[in-house]
């Protein structure tokens, strides 16, 4: 079993940033792939960004690209996503995944495990 914590959410002006953690318990799995997905009151479940543990590939939405950065710290079994020029519409709950696997998949439904969630919420 494979558990996810994030943290960092929080509430923030327009154009503002924040940074988010996801810290995977246990055993170390070098062939998980992380991801990142946000979900906003009556909206379905949107993709964000992923990163390979193993090839150090990113796959990025394009609503996020040039605003947000996901890295990792393999020792410390954590994935970051640094937010910036944050807008209100990046208002949701920010969840964690991972999935087995190399791949930077977009689909929800092939990720295996999945943190609780942190509210992101922009507003002035």
């Known amino acids: 079993q494979v558990q996810l914590v994030e943290s960092g959410g929080g509430v923030v002006q327009p154009g503002g940033s924040l940074r988010l953690s996801c810290a995977a318990s246990g055993r170390t799995f070098s062939t998980y792939t992380m991801g990142w997905f946000r979900q906003a009151p009556g909206k379905e479940r949107e993709f964000v960004v992923a990163?390979?543990?193993?090839?150090?590939?990113?796959y990025y939405s394009d609503s996020v690209k040039g605003r947000f950065t996901i890295s990792r710290d393999n020792a410390k079994s954590t994935v970051y996503l640094q937010m910036n020029s944050l807008k209100p519409e990046d208002t949701a709950v920010y969840y964690c995944?991972?999935?087995?696997?190399?791949?930077?998949?977009?689909?929800?439904?092939?990720?295996?495990?999945w943190g609780q969630g942190t509210q992101v919420t922009v507003s002035s």
């Open positions: 995944a991972a999935r087995k696997g190399s791949s930077t998949s977009s689909d929800y439904s092939r990720y295996d495990y």
């Open positions: 990163i390979s543990w193993s090839g150090g590939r990113t």
